[in-house]
C-alpha cells in the first residue's frame, strides 16, 4: 500500500517527507520495544511506535524501515525530527491510539511482519 | 496496483503478482526501428507488427520510442516524410536515463568487486569505533555508519542489516553498563567478524543474560525503548558464531561472525 494511502486512514500528520507516493509499503509492525522491532521487523515496513525519541528513527534506519508513525498524537523532539530528515525516513502522527491504528491499517489489508513469515 | 479483496486478504495469486519481477514477463524479441527510417514506412510496421509504438534504436543503442501518439501528431503537422528520430518524442529524457544508468553500472561494479580486484592471498578489511558509554542520544551512531560502510563494500544488503542490527544492540548494552567500549570490525570475503569490547561494570550471570526476557536494565533505559532483555537474544540471533566473555568489576568481550554469502538464518 502506499505511505500516502496510510496516511488518510490514519489520518495522519506529516512531520516529515517528501513525494510520499513513491514509498510503498510492504507490511507493518507496532511496538514500543526497540529490541522487539530489530527482531522482527522487515525491511520496507512501517513501524508505528509511542516511542519519540531519537532512538525510534534510529531503529528503522538500522533495520531498513520505510517509514515511522507515532501514535496517540506524541509529538517527537526536534532531534527525532532531525534524525529523520538526515536518514531521509518519513514520520508520521496520528491521533489513533496504537491498538486502533494497527487495527485500521490491518483491517485496510496492510499485513504485519509476522504474517509476511508464514 | 492489485487491492485486497472484499476480506481485505491477499490470495496466492496477488502475493504472487506482487513478488512478480518485471524482467519475468517483459518482451524480450522486439521489434525496433532505426533511427533513418521513414516516417511513411512506420505505420505499416506499426499495423503489420499489431503494436502501438517501437523503440528507436541507432547504433546498437536505444535512442527513443515511436507511438502511434506521435505518428497521430506527425500527421496533423502536415505528415512532411522524414526520419523517426525527427519525430520521436523521449530522446533527451532517455539519454539521461541510460547516463544515471552506465553510472550505477559503474558504481556496481566496484562495490561488489571490491574484494575480487584486490591481489592478496587473504584480504580484511578493519573498522574500528569507539562507543562512549551513557550517551545514550548517540547510540546506533557506530552501528549507521557501520551500516553505510559495509554497503560500500557491495556485502548483500540482508548480510549488512544483520551486522548493523548486531552491533546497535551491543552499543546500546555499552551505553548503558560501561564507560566506554570499542567497535573492532573485520571484514574478509566470506566472513564478517563484530568484536565489541567494553571497560564496565561486567556481567555477573552470563547464562542468564543471554536468555530472552532477562534484563537488569535501569528504568532510563527502558523509557528509552530498550531494556527488555533482548539485547543478547537479538545478537545471537544474527550470529552464526556467539561467543560472550565477561569479568565482574572489568568488562565484558562480545564476539559474533556473520558470514557473508549464507542464506538468511531469520525470515527477517
Not at chain 1, 520505510?66 to 525516513?89: H, M, Q
Not at chain 2, 518482451?27 to 526501428?33: E, R
Request: negative net charge; glycine residues 8%.
Amino acid at each position: 500500500m502506499k505511505l500516502s494511502e496510510i496516511i488518510g486512514i490514519l489520518q495522519a500528520e506529516v512531520l516529515y517527507g517528501e513525494d510520499l507516493d513513491r514509498i510503498e509499503i510492504k507490511q507493518a509492525c507496532g511496538s514500543d520495544l526497540m529490541s522487539d522491532v530489530l527482531c522482527y521487523s522487515m525491511q520496507g515496513s512501517l513501524l508505528l511506535t509511542g516511542l519519540t525519541n531519537p532512538q525510534a528513527v534510529r531503529t528503522a534506519e538500522i533495520s531498513e524501515i520505510s517509514a515511522v508513525c507515532f501514535v496517540r498524537g506524541k509529538k517527537p523532539p526536534a532531534e527525532t525530527v532531525d534524525l529523520a530528515r538526515k536518514n531521509d525516513i518519513p514520520l508520521l502522527l496520528s491521533k489513533y491510539s496504537m491498538y486502533i491504528a494497527c487495527g485500521k491499517l490491518y483491517s485496510a489489508g496492510v499485513l504485519g511482519c509476522d504474517d509476511r513469515c508464514e | 496496483m492489485i487491492a485486497a479483496n472484499k476480506n481485505s486478504q491477499f490470495t496466492k495469486i496477488q502475493e504472487l503478482v506482487y513478488e512478480l519481477k518485471v524482467a519475468e514477463v517483459m518482451t524480450t524479441n522486439l521489434i525496433t526501428v532505426s533511427s533513418d527510417t521513414m516516417m511513411s514506412k512506420l505505420r505499416s510496421i506499426l499495423r503489420d507488427n499489431r503494436i502501438s509504438g517501437t523503440p528507436v534504436v541507432k547504433g546498437g543503442q536505444m535512442v527513443g520510442l515511436i507511438s502511434v501518439e506521435d505518428f497521430i501528431n506527425w500527421l496533423s503537422r502536415g505528415g512532411v516524410d522524414c526520419p523517426v528520430e525527427e519525430v520521436m518524442s523521449i530522446e533527451g529524457l532517455l539519454q539521461e536515463l541510460q547516463i544515471d544508468y552506465h553510472e550505477e553500472e559503474i558504481h556496481r561494479y566496484r562495490a561488489s568487486h571490491f574484494f575480487e580486484d584486490m591481489i592478496a592471498d587473504k584480504v580484511t578489511i578493519n573498522f574500528h569505533y569507539h562507543i562512549r558509554g551513557k550517551k545514550i542520544e548517540q547510540g546506533g551512531e557506530v552501528a549507521s555508519d557501520l551500516k553505510r560502510s559495509l554497503k560500500r563494500l557491495g556485502i548483500h544488503p540482508a548480510i549488512v542489516r544483520r551486522a548493523a542490527i548486531a552491533t546497535y544492540e551491543a552499543e546500546i548494552n555499552v551505553i548503558i553498563y560501561a564507560e566506554e567500549g570499542r567497535v573492532d570490525v573485520n571484514v574478509e570475503p566470506d566472513v564478517i567478524r563484530i568484536e565489541v569490547r567494553d571497560r564496565g561494570q561486567g556481567i555477573a550471570d552470563v547464562a542468564c543474560a543471554v536468555e530472552p526476557g532477562y534484563s537488569t536494565a535501569p528504568d532510563w533505559v527502558r523509557e528509552l525503548g530498550f531494556g527488555a532483555g533482548m539485547g543478547l537474544p537479538n545478537i545471537k540471533n544474527c550470529a552464526r558464531d556467539f561467543d560472550i566473555a565477561s569479568t565482574v568489576g572489568q568488562g565484558t568481550t562480545l564476539k559474533i561472525s556473520i558470514p557473508t554469502g549464507g542464506e538468511e538464518k531469520r525470515c527477517a
